[in-house]
């Protein structure tokens, strides 16, 4: 498989991962369950799974190594794969969804 298509694939998992944490109910509730408990408790965590830019930060720190493992990008440039799929997911986010609120 050509990089690019690597590349354009991996930042849809990214988008498509950080949508599932930080918005769906997920496998028998799981998600739901979480973001409930976090919220709950009163703890910064619940910002951070509730938010699509958060978890896509976290996703694209995931994915990043995976992409330098498969030989698709060298290490050196993880950084910049790292905040380029995140960013990628977020303007996905900003396109496809109407619940996105400007900062």
């Known amino acids: 498989m050509e990089k690019s298509l690597y590349l354009l694939l991996s930042a849809f998992a990214v988008y498509r991962l950080a949508l599932m944490v930080a918005k769906e109910s997920g496998p028998g509730r799981t998600f739901k369950m979480m973001r409930s408990w976090a919220k709950s408790v ?52 900003w396109q496809f969804t109407k619940d996105f609120k400007a900062a």
């Not at 910064?44 to 720190?61: K, P, R």
């Not at 995976?66 to 960013?87: C, H, I, K, N």
């Open 42 to 93: 009163n703890c910064t965590f619940h910002e951070g799974v509730s938010c699509v830019h958060g978890e896509s930060m976290w996703w694209s720190a995931v994915v990043t190594p995976f992409l330098v493992w498969r030989g698709v990008v060298e290490w050196q440039d993880s950084a910049l794969v790292w905040t380029a799929l995140s960013g990628t997911a977020i303007a996905l986010h």
